[in-house]
């Protein structure tokens, strides 16, 4: 007999703090619903507030800027960088070193973040040796 696997509803309340020091919200991940090829969650930068330096060895990761103005930092030496507003969507490959930023001072910025990798944080690599790395050039 064969089974069909039952659909999950996650509600986000439940949050967690991720390795890179930023709140994100409980979503669709193999630790909540059994997922085996995606994890996707909310993610809140607060005001003025930053990730810190990081890759995803294996996984591509997409965004979806829901409100809010950020900047982030890739590549080699975070030697990329570029502006993010509401409605922007961002795509990283794996292996990409990045670093998020919160360019308001007042408001928080939300974003939708989906990941390939169905664990929420396994394959997170911290990487501060670059975190001084990603200034602001400013206005």
């Known amino acids: 007999m064969t089974t069909t696997p039952d659909c999950r509803i996650i509600r986000p309340e439940h949050g ?4 890179t020091g930023l709140a994100y919200g409980a979503g669709v991940s193999a630790e909540s619903a059994g997922a085996t090829g995606l994890c996707l969650h ?13 890759l995803h060895e294996h996984h591509e990761s997409a965004i979806y800027v829901i409100s809010g103005e ?12 570029a502006y993010v507003n509401s409605g922007d969507f961002v795509y990283i490959p794996a292996g990409v070193p990045h670093l998020p930023a919160n360019c308001s001072a007042n408001a928080p910025l939300t974003a939708v973040v989906a990941r390939t990798d169905p664990n929420e944080q396994e394959s997170v ?5 670059l975190d001084a790395l990603a200034i602001s050039p400013g206005p």
């Open 16 to 19: 967690y703090e991720g390795r």
């Open 42 to 54: 909310t993610l809140v930068v607060p005001p003025g507030g930053r990730g810190t330096a990081h």
């Open 70 to 81: 950020g900047e982030m930092w890739w590549g080699e030496g975070l030697a990329q960088h």
């Open 125 to 129: 690599v911290l990487l501060p040796e």
